[in-house]
Structure formats: structure tokens, C-alpha cells
């Protein structure tokens, strides 16, 4: 298999389009990613951990959740993030799922996948990404290829032993940072009492990490004997602020997020929440001139012009937002989402070939984006090459578990492009998935 299932644990969960279409699947917001990374760094630096090469995603989800299924990723439930009530907690729960990393919990549960690199394996990893996002019996084996479920419960549920460990390294690692220990013993208290409920009344995250009375009185003793010697981030309130209310303006009715404006803690995440509110309504006036307000006020933040180019592509004005999103690639060059946005504008101006650019562009940083796929599919086919047209729509397919799909457009593909081609290749990575995949499904 090649380099398309290298990603697939976490790819699988990408399936959502934009957060405001509230699909299912992952949140991929440039500015919400951003803000999480700065509240991680300091914890992952903390841990030994790169904060450049392990990742913060939100998966669309109301429940309460964190987890990791490998070394590079952490996901943490919407849910989770809107129930949280300070920068320190968020930071208690990166703390946590970087200390499964850093001793190696997940190593041993992914061993045979990673090492197999077959489709058995990637099975085995989406049965984990289906039980840890939440998903039922029905759709876990759908996505598993017949993985059982009594798999995914040993994957995904970490002992009380590694529970305990995890605690005692993710509470070294938040006196480290300069992170009040006490909000782990807050995140905590939130499931107290969860394990007394039958397991279908349970929250998700008290499955996969199992919480007794034994676990909270060691936290809250580590926590209590704790000297936090360095002062706590500075800048940690600014990112919780910035992530949650961009999350719960995107996630709840506009009117609730407008009689809230004023809780906002600065005036740029009030004007930002504004803008989407009224944007949402929708209120295309209201929302630019919020929007526009705040550009003024944060003229180098690349955020801010992207926001303003989603606003502007989804109000069918493309010239405008093709001007907004370039602003914003300029200011935030390797930022693959952004630069997947300016692409779709381009798209959306009637502009395929250099749509087709950026879009390459985005789909070489980071491969998990399925609208990337869409787009690009899009590009390939009005610029004349129908052939890479069929091989990302195969892709995406595959990424998304749709196998019967991905086999039709991947051997369509194989018709369209020259025998030992890369396209070429590709497509029979595809088809070899593919095949594999519905064959266990029989």
C-alpha cells in the first residue's frame, strides 16, 4: 500500500464538509486548530512531545470525549470543549492524552496494524476510530470490515493502570508548563459518579478511561502536593476564548450567540462571533460590516481574512473572496486550510487552473481534507484531465470507507491515465484497498 493509508486513522474521521454545514465527522477550522496548538504547545513541550508534529482536532460530536488512536494526533469531542470551562482544563485533557503517547499506550494496540499495513489492519484502526467517535454497534462494523466489536472495546478502553500512569505524567507535565494541576481534578470531577450509570447512559470518555474512587483520590492527592514553579501562560485565556467562542458561534442558533456578545472577553472575539451570527442568520450586511471591523483591527491575522472569505464565498460574491483569501494565504503560506479555501474561491470565480494550484498545494500539506478531494476532482476534470479527476474521487471515497464507490471511480481511473503512471499507481492502490475491503465484507 502506499502513502494513502499512512494517514487513514485519522483521514477516516474526516468526512465532515465545513463546520457551519455541521456535518459529522472532524471540525477543520484554520483559526479553531490554531488556537488549540497554542494551548497545547506548552504541554507538549512539557511532555518532550513536538507541538508541529502532534495535532489537535475537533471532531463534531456532542458528547464527552478525548482520545488518541496513534503517536500524532490527539481529538477532543465539541462536546467536550464547549463543557469546559477554563484554558487550564482544556490544557488537563492534552496533558492527559499526551501522557498515552509519551508511554507508549497506544504502541502496543497498533502494532499489528501498523506493522501488517494491509486492509486487516486498517480495519482494525477504524473500528477504533468508529467506537471512539461514538458510533454504534451497526456503523463501528461497517467501518471495521468485520473487526468485532469486543476489538474495538480492547483497543480503545485503557486500563486503570495506564489510566493511573497517564495521570501522574500528564500532572508533571501541567506543573511544568505553569498549569494549575487542580483543573485536572476539575476535569475529573465533571464524570464523577459515571461509573455507578449502565454503560449505554455513560459519557464516552468515562468508557475509555475508567474513573474510581481510588483514581480521583490519587489525582487530587498529586494535584495537592503539587509546586507549580513557573508562571502559567499568559496568553492560554486569549486561545480558550478564541476556540470556544468561534466553536459555539458556528455550533449554536445566532440569536443565542447575539444575546451573548457581551461575554466575549476582547473586542476582536466579539466582532468575530458577531460576524458569524449574522452571517448565519443570514445577514450578509451586518456580518461584513462586523467582519470588516474586525480586518481593521487585526490586519496581519490570517484568520480574520480567511473568516471574511468564508463569509464572502458562501454569500456567492467569489471575486471578493478570492481577494480575502489570498490576503490570507499570504499571511499564512503553509497553512493547508487556508490555502484549500483559496482554491475553492478560485474554483467559485471560474478559475480552475489556478484553483487547480492551490488545491495541489493543500492536498500536499495535509491529505485528510475531503473537501480538498471535492475541489480538486472538480479542478482536474475543467482543466481536461479526467483521469486525476477519477483518482481523487477514489481517494476520497476510499478515505471515507465508501469502498463500492471507490472501486468504480479507481478502475475508471486506471482506463483514463498511462499504465505506470503515479496516477496510475494510485488508482491500484485504490482498487487493491478496495478489493481487499469488500471481500472480508462478504
Not at 48 to 59: A, D, K
Not at 246 to 261: C, G, I, M, N, V
Not at 267 to 289: F, G, N, V
Request: a positive charge; zero cysteines.
Amino acid at each position: 500500500m502506499s502513502y494513502i493509508w499512512r494517514f487513514a486513522v485519522a483521514a477516516t474521521l474526516v468526512v465532515a464538509l465545513a463546520l457551519p454545514a455541521q456535518a459529522r465527522g472532524l471540525i477543520r477550522d484554520p483559526d479553531i486548530e490554531h488556537a488549540l496548538a497554542e494551548l497545547a504547545r506548552p504541554v507538549l513541550n512539557a511532555a518532550g512531545l513536538s507541538p508541529t508534529q502532534v495535532r489537535i482536532l475537533v471532531i463534531d460530536d456532542p458528547g464527552l470525549n478525548a482520545f488518541i488512536v496513534d503517536n500524532r494526533h490527539i481529538f477532543i469531542h465539541s462536546g467536550m470543549l464547549m463543557k469546559l470551562d477554563s484554558p487550564a482544563q482544556v490544557q488537563a485533557v492534552i496533558a492527559h492524552e499526551a501522557a498515552h503517547i509519551q508511554n507508549g499506550h497506544i504502541a502496543s494496540r497498533l502494532q499489528s496494524a501498523q506493522a501488517a499495513n494491509t486492509i486487516s489492519g486498517l480495519g482494525i484502526a477504524l473500528a477504533m476510530a468508529a467506537a471512539a467517535s461514538g458510533a454504534g454497534g451497526q456503523a463501528a462494523s461497517g467501518l471495521a470490515l468485520g473487526v468485532a466489536g469486543s476489538a474495538n472495546r480492547v483497543f480503545m478502553s485503557h486500563t486503570r493502570a495506564e489510566e493511573s500512569s497517564a495521570d501522574a505524567s500528564g500532572l508533571r507535565y501541567m506543573v511544568r508548563a505553569g498549569i494549575d494541576p487542580k483543573a485536572f481534578i476539575e476535569v475529573l470531577d465533571i464524570f464523577r459518579g459515571q461509573e455507578l450509570l449502565s454503560e449505554s447512559r455513560q459519557d464516552p470518555y468515562a468508557r475509555t478511561h475508567p474513573l474510581s474512587r481510588d483514581r480521583l483520590r490519587a489525582v487530587t492527592a498529586q494535584a495537592g502536593a503539587a509546586q507549580v514553579a513557573s508562571p502559567p501562560p499568559q496568553d492560554a485565556a486569549y486561545w480558550f476564548a478564541r476556540a470556544t467562542g468561534k466553536l459555539s458561534a458556528f455550533s449554536r442558533a445566532p440569536a443565542w450567540t447575539l444575546r451573548r456578545l457581551n461575554e466575549s472577553p476582547t473586542e476582536d472575539i466579539r466582532l468575530m462571533r458577531t460576524a458569524i451570527a449574522h452571517h448565519r442568520q443570514p445577514d450578509t450586511r451586518r456580518a461584513m460590516a462586523a467582519i470588516d471591523k474586525l480586518a481593521a483591527m487585526r490586519p496581519t491575522d490570517p484568520f480574520v481574512h480567511e473568516l471574511r472569505g468564508q463569509i464572502l464565498l458562501e454569500s456567492r460574491q467569489a471575486g471578493a473572496a478570492v481577494a480575502a483569501y489570498k490576503r490570507a494565504t499570504d499571511l499564512a503560506p503553509g497553512n493547508a486550510l487556508i490555502m484549500g479555501g483559496y482554491g475553492r474561491a478560485l474554483l467559485a470565480a471560474d478559475n480552475p487552473r489556478a484553483a487547480r494550484d492551490a488545491l495541489e498545494r493543500a492536498r500536499a500539506r495535509d491529505f485528510r481534507d475531503p473537501r480538498v478531494l471535492r475541489d480538486l476532482a472538480v479542478a482536474y476534470a475543467k482543466t481536461g484531465d479526467p483521469g486525476l479527476a477519477s483518482v481523487v474521487t477514489a481517494e476520497r471515497y476510499a478515505l471515507a470507507g465508501r469502498f463500492d464507490d471507490a472501486l468504480v471511480h479507481a478502475r475508471r481511473a486506471e482506463g483514463l491515465v498511462p499504465r505506470g503512471s503515479r496516477a496510475g499507481l494510485r488508482a491500484q492502490d485504490v482498487i487493491s484497498a478496495a478489493e481487499a475491503a469488500l471481500r472480508q465484507r462478504r
